[in-house]
């Protein structure tokens, strides 16, 4: 039996930790495509330019809004043009995905530098492709994870808090999925079995969630940057990642996929998606009453959503939610990561049920 994890060759984080991203990059090359989304680009970059010290030239794109296969051959163009030795990506995790296809194909090392905590994205060999209109189009899986990921708390802090809350969202999905992988021998990102130490970071991401979770959301709101809230932008970053990539995905994913093909979940983050894909994941493998519970709890307690009309879909018919079920249910999808037979109706049914218990226990 052969198993694989994976992981970022470097992981920093902390306080002003951006101050260092000059001196990081120095060690790849002197020559830098700089990939930043718009809030970035309009009000972190005047202060950011200064830390390459004169010693990397960079070439600064701003990101177009989706990753996707029409945005990644415009950077390309542009790298080639400019002669890059390295790709860094700094905003959120579209940004970022872009950033990793780029300089996959540019053959280039890669850094990334989150300014949220809302995805598991940065530190992972795989970009999550969409269509130009924001639907799920494939994943692109990368032969190698960045080379640094930065993670500046001081930046993060300052974002507002829902994208904390839907990064716990997405790290939320880490330990089911992982824990069924695990349990039905299925295999993670890379095609094989994942370690004993993928399950345990899965875990830890799970118990840190609901250990830290509402007083890092608290001190978010706060604008100040606490123990609770490095652990949970820990656990949104690196656990969630290492454990969703080296663990294995499986139903939360799946459904989430299947969400984005109703136009009105596009306005809702990914990591709120992927809570609901969550919550219907524990009906559709028969989890306890006592873990609904818990999980449920948790995401009224920070805030994540526990109904499909917190997602957009208050007025979905069963018609579109079954188109939903059947897109989560697609060939080759990870929802067959789950034991047991999984059919597009099971998941339809699993969604209701789940929105069924979330407005029960808002009295609605």
């Known amino acids: 039996m052969i198993t694989t994890s994976i992981?970022?060759?470097?992981?920093?984080?902390?306080?002003?930790?951006?101050?260092?991203?000059?001196?990081?990059?120095?060690?790849?090359?002197?020559?830098?495509?700089?990939?930043?989304?718009?809030?970035?680009?309009?009000k972190i970059l005047p202060e950011l330019l200064p830390v390459f010290d004169g010693k990397v030239a960079v070439q600064v794109e701003k990101f177009g809004g989706e990753c996707s296969d029409e945005e990644i051959e415009r950077l390309q163009v542009?790298?080639?043009?400019?002669?890059?030795?390295?790709?860094?990506?700094?905003?959120?995790?579209?940004?970022?995905?872009?950033?990793?296809?780029?300089?996959?194909?540019?053959?280039?090392?890669?850094?990334?530098?989150?300014?949220?905590?809302?995805?598991?994205?940065?530190c992972s060999a795989l970009s999550v492709i969409y269509t130009p209109d924001g639907q799920f189009k494939r994943y692109l899986f990368l032969p190698a994870n960045p080379n640094v990921v930065l993670v500046d708390t001081r930046i993060i802090v300052g974002a507002p808090a829902r994208f904390l809350v839907s990064g716990m969202g997405d790290a939320l999905a880490t330990w089911f999925e992982a824990e069924s992988c695990r349990i039905k021998?299925?295999?993670?990102?890379?095609?094989?079995?994942?370690?004993?130490?993928?399950?345990?970071?899965?875990?830890?991401?799970?118990?840190?969630?609901?250990?830290?979770?509402?007083?890092?959301?608290?001190?978010?709101?706060?604008?100040?940057?606490?123990?609770?809230?490095?652990?949970?932008?820990?656990?949104?970053?690196?656990?969630?990642?290492?454990?969703?990539e080296s663990g294995g995905l499986a139903a939360a994913h799946a459904i989430h996929n299947g969400l984005t093909a109703l136009e009105p979940?596009?306005?809702?983050?990914?990591?709120?998606?992927?809570?609901?894909?969550?919550?219907?994941?524990?009906?559709l493998t028969g989890k306890s009453p006592e873990m609904i519970d818990e999980v449920f709890t948790f995401c009224e307690a920070v805030g994540l959503p526990?109904?499909?009309?917190?997602?957009?879909?208050?007025?979905?018919s069963d018609e579109d939610l079954m188109r939903a079920?059947?897109?989560?249910?697609?060939?080759?999808?990870?929802?067959?990561?789950?034991?047991?037979?999984?059919?597009?109706?099971?998941?339809?049914?699993?969604?209701?049920?789940a929105d069924a218990e979330g407005r029960r226990r808002k009295g609605k």
């Open 78 to 122: 542009v790298g080639k043009t400019f002669g890059a030795e390295v790709v860094i990506g700094i905003g959120g995790g579209k940004t970022l995905d872009t950033a990793k296809a780029v300089a996959y194909f540019l053959k280039l090392p890669l850094m990334i530098a989150p300014t949220i905590a809302s995805t598991d994205a940065p």
């Open 325 to 353: 079920a059947e897109k989560a249910c697609a060939p080759g999808e990870t929802i067959y990561n789950e034991l047991g037979e999984i059919t597009p109706q099971a998941v339809f049914m699993a969604l209701k049920a």
């Open 185 to 244: 021998r299925a295999p993670n990102m890379t095609g094989r079995l994942g370690s004993m130490t993928a399950y345990a970071l899965a875990r830890l991401c799970y118990e840190t969630l609901l250990d830290y979770g509402v007083q890092a959301v608290t001190a978010n709101r706060a604008g100040v940057v606490t123990d609770a809230f490095e652990k949970v932008v820990e656990a949104n970053t690196l656990l969630s990642g290492l454990g969703f």
């Open 7 to 42: 992981f970022p060759g470097r992981y920093v984080q902390g306080y002003d930790a951006l101050k260092h991203l000059g001196e990081e990059s120095l060690r790849f090359g002197s020559k830098a495509l700089l990939l930043a989304d718009p809030l970035v680009y309009e």
């Open 265 to 283: 979940t596009h306005h809702y983050f990914h990591g709120e998606k992927v809570a609901i894909g969550t919550l219907a994941s524990l009906f």
């Open 306 to 316: 526990t109904t499909l009309a917190e997602i957009g879909l208050a007025e979905v």
